[in-house]
């Protein structure tokens, strides 16, 4: 069911041809937004969103160096403005630290954190503008549980993400008074096509749904509600907040 939370709204989406990202582009549509789905060439990003008026693709990887410029420049020449914008992309890899290549390391940090800084900055004086006309605008950045925890082969990832958390909270600090929040969502142990290998393993999947709270994993929609509570006006007085959308998995040690 729909309330057009976000009527009237242009949201970029990274990472929107799976997953999270995916569920996003389709939620914030259904809620009103016009959307800018971007993800790298080869993924699907040309077609799962087809036959969604309201949703337009970009191809597009986030860390070349031109990548900004062409997602916010892409944003405003079909839509004129961005009220939001949604860093979701992200990428993960195990390897003890012991064995991480300076590669392993760095396209993590890239995509996780790097481009995700870059694509902030290109977008924060075209969000000043919208929040000043408007009233608000917004950021929001998706972190994980594990900016806070760990396991084992994920120090790239574990860094990557708290990295996350970090940039997020400065954002909010120097963009507060412009009207714009910047926020983060802390996923825990969600159904996508970054965890599809281990959770199709229905041991695995069982292992991780018993750990949380409410007994099952998360799945992309469920994530894609959190970052709608962040995106809508409702939210105009909430920024710099990590919002934990885990079904209670890290409440326990
Ligand atoms: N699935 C989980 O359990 C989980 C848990 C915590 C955090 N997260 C985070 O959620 C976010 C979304 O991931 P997901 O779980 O939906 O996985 P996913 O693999 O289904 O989606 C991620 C998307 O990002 C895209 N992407 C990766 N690198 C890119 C690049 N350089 N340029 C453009 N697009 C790129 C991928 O092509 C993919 O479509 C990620 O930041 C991830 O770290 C996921």
């Not at 020449?77 to 590669?103: K, P, Q, W, Y």
């Not at 996923?187 to 041991?203: I, M, R, S, W």
Request: hydrophobic share 45%; charged share 25%; with cysteine.
């Amino acid at each position: 069911m729909s309330f057009n939370r976000l009527k009237g709204k242009v949201a970029i989406i990274t990472g929107a041809a799976s997953g999270i990202g995916a569920a996003s582009a389709r939620l914030f549509a259904e809620e009103g937004a016009q959307v800018l789905a971007v993800d790298r060439p080869g993924s699907a990003i040309d077609t799962v969103h087809a036959g969604a008026t309201a949703i337009a693709p970009l191809a597009c990887d986030i860390t070349d160096a031109d990548a900004p410029k062409r997602i916010v420049g892409g944003a405003l020449e079909r839509f004129g403005a961005i009220d939001i914008l949604f860093n979701n992309a992200g990428v993960s890899g195990r390897h003890f630290a012991e064995e991480m290549t300076d590669e392993q390391w760095d396209r993590v940090m890239d995509v996780n954190v790097r481009a995700m800084f870059r694509t902030c900055r290109e977008a924060i004086p075209h969000l000043r503008k919208r929040a000043e006309e408007k009233g608000r605008a917004r950021i929001i950045n998706t972190a994980s549980v594990m900016a806070f925890d760990t396991d084992y082969g994920l120090s790239a990832y574990c860094a990557s993400k708290a990295g996350v958390a970090g940039l997020t909270h400065t954002l909010a600090l120097e963009l507060g008074k412009f009207r714009i929040t910047a926020n983060y969502i802390l996923p825990g142990a969600v159904y996508t096509g970054l965890t599809k290998a281990g959770f199709d393993n229905p041991e695995i999947a069982a292992i991780w749904a018993k750990k949380a709270a409410l007994r099952r994993l998360g799945q992309p929609i469920d994530l894609a509600r959190g970052a709608l509570l962040l995106a809508c006006d409702e939210s105009d007085f909430i920024t710099g907040h990590g919002l934990v959308v885990d079904g209670g998995l890290t409440l326990r040690t």
